[in-house]
């Protein structure tokens, strides 16, 4: 079945670039996500790329994408405080189940 | 309501006895999803509903475990003979169907965290 795999930690300085990194297994893939949880609340989309693309850039976030590789990354630019949290990748397969695969999530600590 | 909103936000039970756990979906919405996450694991997909129909329920761990909807709007999953092992926030996430294709795009609950004694 699918397989989302991401780190489980990452630790920053204010101000930084922090790169979380996701690997997937399902090459029928059609978009994939990526989900922020902050402390004691639901999981709230950042941005999702469709898989024919291999960037996209949305004000601090950058999302790579290499298809061949079944490899997705997120860049935070001048990472803040306030981006502490537990980020998710997901996709969504192109076939079979019509429900979202996500990785078992990145944390990210800020230091100031 | 603006959100998904899900009840209870905490349960804490005894084992051996059944739980329900309720979720209003975003109006308008069809597809509802339930995921359940445990400490230190990622989110587990349980059943997907496309309306009133669930045509995924591949990832519901158990016989005990059994998920309905009705009026393509509310829905409820009732967890039978709790065990220890069941203890984890169960997160409810609705999408908006777009020409009879998801592109996934789910909006969350807070999630209802069960513990099991």
């Known amino acids: 079945g699918e397989d989302v795999e991401q780190s489980l930690f990452l630790s920053v300085r204010e101000g930084d670039s922090s790169v979380i990194n996701c690997t997937y297994t399902?090459?029928?893939?059609?978009?994939l996500y990526w989900y922020k949880q902050e402390p004691g609340a639901g999981l709230q989309l950042l941005t999702y790329i469709f898989s024919n693309m291999d960037m996209k850039q949305d004000q601090r976030l950058t999302v790579l994408l290499n298809k061949k590789d079944k490899h997705l990354s997120l860049r935070i630019a001048d990472t803040q405080t306030g981006d502490s949290a537990i980020y998710f990748c997901?996709?969504?397969?192109?076939?079979?189940?019509?429900?979202?695969?996500f990785g078992s999530g990145t944390r990210l600590q800020v230091q100031p | 309501g603006a959100g998904v909103s899900q009840s209870p936000s905490n349960k804490v039970t005894e084992k051996g006895k059944d739980v329900e756990l309720r979720c209003d979906p975003i109006s308008g919405h069809t597809a509802l999803y339930w995921y359940r996450q445990s400490l230190g694991q990622g989110l587990e997909f349980l059943i997907y509903?496309?309306?009133?129909?669930?045509?995924?329920k591949s990832g519901l761990p158990s016989d005990r475990f059994s998920a309905e909807r009705t009026g393509g709007s509310v829905s409820t999953l009732t967890i039978q003979r709790t065990q220890q092992e069941d203890s984890a926030v169960y997160l409810c996430?609705?999408?908006?169907?777009?020409?009879?294709?998801?592109?996934?795009?789910?909006?969350f609950g807070e999630g209802s965290r069960l513990t099991v004694l």
């Open positions: 399902d090459s029928s893939s059609t978009y």
């Open positions: 996430a609705s999408s908006l169907v777009a020409g009879g294709r998801n592109t996934g795009e789910l909006f």
């Open positions: 997901a996709e969504l397969g192109g076939t079979g189940r019509r429900a979202l695969t």
């Open positions: 509903f496309q309306g009133n129909s669930a045509p995924d």
